[in-house]
Structures are given as C-alpha cells and as structure tokens.
C-alpha cells in the first residue's frame, strides 16, 4: 500500500471513530456500527492503530 492511501484511509477512519463517538446518547457503539454497515473488527482495530499512531507522536 502506498503512502497516499495509506493517509486517505486513516483519514476516513478518523472521521468514521469521530461520528462513532458523537453518536446519540443511548446508543451504544455496537448499534451505531451496525446501523452504518461498520465492521465491530475494523473499527476496533483501526482505533487501537490511531490511538497508538496518537501516542508515540506525542
């Protein structure tokens, strides 16, 4: 994979772990993942990526 997408991707995940954290009161993480077609596996991994991604820059 090369750079370029490798930065598109993580763009769009970060914007998909934002609205995930946004989501409605009442809803939990599982059920906004499932009512937008999100794979629990993918999310899950890709916010553990960012997150350490977070960290070691800091």
Known sequence: MDQLTHTV???NWINIIRQ???RPAGTT???WLAEN???EKSYYYWLR???ITRKTTQ
Do not use: E, G
């Open 49 to 51: 990526k960012i997150c």
């Open 9 to 11: 991707r993580r763009s």
């Open 37 to 39: 077609d999100i794979s």
């Open 20 to 22: 995930c954290q946004d």
């Open 29 to 31: 993480a599982k059920q």
